[in-house]
């Protein structure tokens, strides 16, 4: 597997939840909790917001959660605000000790 | 504060070779994993490779697009990783960043464009 599967966008208005998934395989997102996502605003560095599924780094908004159920992983917002706008990437540990990426979902906040 | 200064991208025609380096400093480089990401212009992040610490015995591990092309190193006494990039490839063209363990601190980039 090249990748792990992400919707391609997601949308949603100020104020509201979104959540996007990350689905891969039992060698990688099933098999660890070694998952994280990343924020990237245009031509920036991507930014930790969470790793091993759900723990969030000093600094992340309590407004974004992580979970995982068997093979897909998830990045929730709640209280959706202009400046989450951005690219949102997933990560997992892989069964031959390699790192895989999401294809990245384009979050807009309408 | 952690900071990560990468350098050395530029432009290099098809089947030539190119070294990155990393610079690192604020937190304790010789204890950290270091991995190299990239990112074509408008596409997802690719992870490239990682070079474990020496307590790990400098381990590496790559990518399988560019297993056999690209070498990850370190020099500890200097802090800074090193991505050696051999045989380049059109599609190796991106914006490469350097990552310490946990990739929860990222450099800016540099810029490697292959083409002739």
């Known amino acids: 597997q090249s990748t792990l599967t992400q919707p391609a966008s997601v949308s949603g208005s100020p104020g509201q939840s979104i959540t996007i998934s990350c689905t891969g395989t039992?060698?990688?997102?099933?098999?660890?909790?070694?998952v994280s996502w990343y924020q990237q605003h245009p031509g920036e560095a991507p930014k930790l917001m969470m790793y091993?599924?759900?723990n969030r780094p000093s600094g992340v908004s309590n407004r974004f959660s992580g979970s995982k159920s068997g093979n897909t992983a998830s990045l929730t917002i709640s209280g959706l605000q202009a400046e989450d706008e951005a690219d949102y990437y997933c990560s997992s540990f892989t069964s031959s000790s390699s790192l895989i990426f999401g294809g990245g979902t384009s979050l807009i906040v309408l | 504060e952690v900071q990560l200064v990468e350098s050395g991208g530029d432009l290099v025609q098809p089947g030539g070779s190119l070294k990155l380096s990393c610079a690192a400093s604020g937190f304790s480089f010789s204890d950290s994993a270091m991995h190299w990401v990239r990112q074509p212009y408008g596409k997802g992040l690719e992870w490239v490779g990682r070079?474990?610490?020496?307590?790990?015995?400098?381990?590496?591990q790559y990518g399988a697009s560019v297993k056999g092309r690209f070498t990850i190193s370190r020099d500890d006494s200097d802090n800074t990783a090193y991505l050696q990039m051999n045989s380049l490839k059109i599609e190796d063209t991106a914006v490469y960043y350097c990552?310490?363990?946990?990739?929860?601190?990222w450099g800016q980039g540099t810029l490697v464009t292959v083409s002739s």
């Open positions: 990552s310490k363990q946990g990739l929860t601190d």
């Open positions: 070079i474990r610490s020496k307590a790990n015995n400098y381990a590496t």
């Open positions: 091993e599924v759900n």
């Open positions: 039992s060698s990688d997102v099933g098999g660890y909790n070694y």
